[in-house]
Each structure stands twice: as C-alpha cells, then as structure tokens.
C-alpha cells in the first residue's frame, strides 16, 4: 500500500478548525470561555481572551489559563481522532505575546488508538455535574470544612456576588456563554429568585453548608497540583484537568469543581498542607456517578466568535 498523501492547505485548515469545535467544548469557570484561536497557515493558536477574566473571583488569571489548558487538550483529542499526531508548542512569556499560549500543529499521520477515539466521543458528553452524586460516602470531612469557610468568605463578598450573577443566565436565554440558573441551586431557577438569593449575605450559610454535603457524600475528591506555579503550570494543570474530565466521563462518571477554597489564598494553602505533598494545589474537583442525568448542557459560543482564520 502506497504512503498516504499529505493534506493540502485546505484541508488543514479545515482540520484545525474541527480541532477548535473541539476545543471550545472545554470547561471554563463560570463558562466564561476565556479563550480565542487563530489559524495562520497550518499552525493553530490558542489564546486567552483577557476581558473574560473574573477579576474578584481569579485575579492572577491563573483558572482562565487553566479553562484554555483544558481547550488545548480538547484540540490535542480532535487531532489524534481525525489521524495525526499533535505537535504541541508551549509559548513561555518571554517567546511570545502574554496571550499567547501554545500553538498546535499537525503531525505525521497516525491510526487513532481505541483510547483516541474513545476520549473523542467523550468529550460531547462531558458535563459538569453540580448535583448530587449517588451516596457512596468517603472520609473527607477536613476539606469539606474548608469549603464551607471558603463559600462562607466568598457569599459574604458583595462583589463576589455580583460578579457572579453577571454570569448566571436563564435557560432561555440568547447569550451563549454563563451558568445556567437551572444548574445551580439556589432553592428556584427562576430569574427573580436567583438574583433576591445572591442579594443576600445569608446565602453563604446555605451554601456553603450544601457544598460541604456534596463533597462528604462524593465518592472521591480529587486535588490537581503542579510543582511551580507559573502560567505554564497551569497549561499544563488545564490539560492534565481535561484528560481527566474525559476518561471519568468515558468510564460513566460526572465531575464537579469546588475551586472556591482555591480562591481564597490562605485556604489555597491550607488545602495544600492538607494533601501533604510538596506543590501547589491547582484544582479541586469532587467525583460520581450522577444520581440523575444532566438535563442543560452549558451554551457555547459560536465558532466565528471565536476563530480568525488568517490567509
């Protein structure tokens, strides 16, 4: 059999823009899908989009790199399904512009593995899963108490709550970006409800105390870390984060983030004398199996809101 032809520039960019509907299915916090992407000849980059940063919620930025590690990964999968391999470049600051992150390229051609293709198929099913998971419960009182305190701090924040109502959206909304009210739970998904609730200080108590029951009754908690903890750790947490979320969602398991504690700088630290080993905590995501499916998959922007192809 003769060696298959090398795809034409068309063709690339045609792949590299599956790659991006791949990527822009990617988690985000608060699904403000913090990221762009720009085809220039064959090569794909992946940038931040610096005016969907959570300025009271993510200061350092470090969970919008971390949103864009994770739409990287899903590019990377999209990729190897599609039969090529994935040259990936990590842009460090001094290389490029701070908003660039890493560029991707396709590589010589591959038969995708049955893990390839099973992480592909995954990822359209992937959800983030804010409700309870069947009651298997685990010794994991410690890090349940400083999820209460960190939702304690952060609902008492007023600018903490009005930062997130921005981003909580009616199931019938147009805009293609947010939380659903629906899935989170504040006792009404209705609009009116939502916004009297985070109003009020007295939220904090409740949720606070509902996340800590959410955790203690999952059957894992799992805490993702890097060494350093630089922009290109948390790339490459973001990737680490994705590969994760796919093969929990392939083995049937839903995920939840309870990142709030990481929010908070002295909890963060906290959490990382809790885990005992030498790092820093990056992600805090709690595992199950869904009691009940997950009805309102998160919007998605559109691909040309995102994507500039450049000839």
């Known amino acids: 059999m003769g060696a298959m032809s090398e795809p034409t520039s068309a063709e690339v960019r045609q792949i590299l823009r599956h790659a991006v509907a791949a990527a822009v299915m990617a988690p985000s916090s608060h699904n403000t899908q913090p990221w762009r992407f720009r085809i220039v000849g064959s090569t794909l980059e992946i940038l931040t989009d610096n005016?969907?940063?959570l300025p009271v919620i993510d200061r350092e930025r470090r969970q919008l790199v971390v949103s864009c590690g994770c739409a990287l990964f899903n590019a990377r999968v999209a990729i190897r399904a599609m039969g090529y391999t994935d040259e990936v470049t990590v842009m460090l600051p001094e290389q490029a512009p701070p908003e660039l992150v890493a560029t991707l390229?396709?590589?010589?051609?591959?038969?995708?593995?049955?893990t390839d293709l099973a992480l592909m198929r995954a990822l359209p099913l992937?959800?983030?899963?804010?409700r309870r998971s069947l009651h298997r419960p685990i010794p994991?009182?410690?890090t349940a108490g400083l999820i209460d305190l960190a939702d304690h701090r952060q609902y008492g924040d007023p600018a903490f709550r009005a930062e997130l109502a921005s981003w909580l959206i009616p199931?019938?909304?147009r805009r293609r970006d947010g939380i659903p009210f629906v899935?989170?739970?504040y006792g009404s998904a209705l609009p009116f409800s939502v916004m009297r609730a985070l109003r009020s200080p007295g939220l904090a108590d409740e949720f606070g105390k509902l996340e800590a029951e959410l955790a203690v009754g999952s059957p894992v908690v799992v805490v993702l870390g890097t060494a350093a903890d630089e922009p290109t750790d948390w790339l490459a947490c973001?990737?680490?984060l994705e590969a994760v979320l796919l093969h929990a969602t392939h083995m049937g398991l839903s995920a939840a983030f309870l990142n709030q504690v990481l929010e908070v700088p002295d909890l963060?630290?906290?959490?990382?004398?809790?885990?005992?080993?030498p790092g820093y905590p990056q992600m805090v995501l709690r595992l199950g199996y869904p009691e009940e499916p997950i009805q309102h998959a998160a919007p998605r922007r559109d691909l040309d809101d995102v994507l500039l192809v450049v000839d």
Request: proline residues 5%; positive net charge.
């Open 51 to 53: 005016l969907r940063q």
């Open 105 to 114: 390229q396709l590589g010589p051609r591959i038969m995708p593995s049955e």
């Open 126 to 130: 992937r959800r983030t899963n804010r």
């Open 140 to 142: 994991a009182a410690e």
């Open 171 to 173: 199931w019938t909304s």
């Open 183 to 185: 899935e989170k739970e």
């Open 238 to 240: 973001g990737q680490a």
């Open 268 to 277: 963060r630290g906290r959490i990382a004398t809790l885990v005992g080993r």
